[in-house]
Structures are given as C-alpha cells and as structure tokens.
C-alpha cells in the first residue's frame, strides 16, 4: 500500500516507492563493481531487511546467495532495549565467504555491531553492510557501514519492511506515524 491509501495514519513522507527504488538501483550498480567477479553471501536480518533484500539483490548483476538470520533489539515499541538475541541463526557455513549484511535501518548501531561481532568470529572472508536508512544522529557504537541508502533524521519511521508493533512493513513509502497511532 502506499501511504496516500490510509493517509491519516501517517505524519509525513520521507521517501516514495519510486526514490526508494531508484536509490536502490544506485547502490545494487555500486555493489556490483565492487564485488566484480567475486560470489556474495548476503544475509538478511529479518523481519526489517526483506525488502531491502528483495529489491537490492534483484537489481544486482553479481552472483549471490541469501541467508537470514533474526535477532531482538526491539519489543514491540519504539526504543532500543539494549539486548541483542539470536532468534534464529543463519543455516549456511560463511568460513571464507564474501559477506555482506543486509539491514533495515541503524539507529544505535548496537544490533549490527553485535552482529558483525559474532559473525567474524565464523571467520568469513570479508564482512560489509548494506543499510536502507541510516540515522547519524544517533549512532553510538562506530560501525563500518559500506552502503547506506538513505541517511535520514532522528525520527521514528516506518514503511518499507520497518514496522510499527509488527504493522505498516507493507508499506512501499516510508514515513513517520501519526501521534495518535502511537496512543491508540
Ligand atoms: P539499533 O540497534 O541500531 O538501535 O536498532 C536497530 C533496529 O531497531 C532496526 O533493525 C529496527 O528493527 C529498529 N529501528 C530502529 N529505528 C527504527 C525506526 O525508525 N523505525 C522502525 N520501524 N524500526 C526502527
Ligand atoms: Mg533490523
Ligand atoms: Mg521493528
């Protein structure tokens, strides 16, 4: 759905379907010059990055493979609690393989660290990330981010596989919630 079908849900649009497309379109072209000739294992981390992944990796020339993995950070709500769990872990060995995260958004910065963290100790060949939305403002742990699709303010956005209390992912614009969503 896009944001103009239930228009009084949402404060205001950050990106349309179409900007995020493009956008996507310029980092997939960048991705693939920089893995020229080499085979990408990219991971998702579910539930935020599955259209990010969907749209990155068919706009890709590159050969790939996927694998998911599902962590917590977040409860239903809108602040970080602080605590990072595997939830499901990835099902392929990445020992020496050419890794590339995929991820919705850093807000702290504290998932993908942890991430990154533990998925180095499987002594893959290269680890890189690729996030859709980046917030600058608010990064605490200093995270090497290769591709970023939007950096965007401090503001609470859903849309585009980000969800609201698990509703909104199916959302092709990415916006900010009406108040009253948060207090209904
Ligand atoms: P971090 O660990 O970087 O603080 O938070 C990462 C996770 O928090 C993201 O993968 C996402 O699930 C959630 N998150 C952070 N900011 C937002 C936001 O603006 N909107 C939504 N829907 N989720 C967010
Ligand atoms: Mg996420
Ligand atoms: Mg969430």
Redesign the pocket.
């Known amino acids: 759905m896009r944001a103009s079908d239930i228009p009084g849900d949402f404060d205001h649009v950050l990106y349309t379907e179409e900007q995020v497309a493009s956008r996507i379109r310029e980092v997939a072209a960048q991705i693939d010059a920089d893995y020229a000739g080499r085979e990408i294992l990219m991971v998702g ?1 579910l539930n ?2 599955v259209m990010t992944m969907a749209d990155l990796c068919r706009a890709m020339t590159s050969h790939m493979s996927m694998d998911w993995m599902a962590v917590s ?2 409860g239903a709500g ?1 602040k ?1 609690s602080g605590v ?1 769990r595997i939830l499901k872990d990835l099902t392929k060995d990445i020992d020496g393989r050419d890794i590339l995260i995929v ?10 660290s942890y991430l990154v963290q533990n998925l180095r100790s499987r002594n893959p060949n290269s680890i890189e990330i690729m996030a859709m ?1 980046r ?1 600058p403002e ?2 605490t ?1 200093p995270l090497d981010v290769k591709y970023v699709g939007f950096d965007i303010p401090n ?4 849309g585009y596989g ?3 209390a698990d509703k ?1 992912r199916n959302l092709t614009d990415v916006a900010t919630l009406a108040p009253h969503v948060y207090k209904s």
């Open positions: 981390v935020g990055a950070s977040y809108t970080s990072v991820e919705d958004i850093i807000d702290t910065g504290l998932t993908l939305f917030k608010v990064v742990c503001e609470f956005v859903v980000l969800d609201y909104y």
